[in-house]
């Protein structure tokens, strides 16, 4: 049986912009800080900082959920972990959430 391709930069990128239309986005892979770790065999660790407007007025635990629901294709395809830092933009005078 062939393994299933890993889910790309890119492909993460992309479905993280069609979703969330970010005014910010970085994607990091960052396996190689994991490897020999038990969970790296079956996938990638990757950080995602997105700053969306769609996350203005939403919880932390909302804001998560709406990266993970846009990753949730690529959820099968390599990815192990996710560190997520998602922030709503920055209104004149506040500070970022």
């Given amino acids: ?52 407007a769609a996350f203005a007025g939403r919880t932390p635990l909302e804001r998560h959920r709406m990266v993970y629901q846009a990753l949730e294709p690529l959820m099968g395809r390599g990815i192990h972990a996710v560190n997520i830092i998602a922030q709503a933009p920055q209104s004149p005078g506040r500070p970022a959430t």
């Avoid at 910010?24 to 660790?45: I, M, P, Q, Y």
């Fill in 1 to 52: 049986m062939t393994p299933m391709p890993k889910a790309t930069l890119s492909e993460i990128r992309t479905a993280l912009e069609l979703s969330l239309a970010p005014v910010s986005l970085e994607v990091r892979d960052d396996s190689a800080r994991h490897e020999g770790h038990a969970g790296a065999r079956s996938g990638g660790h990757y950080q995602v900082a997105v700053v969306s």
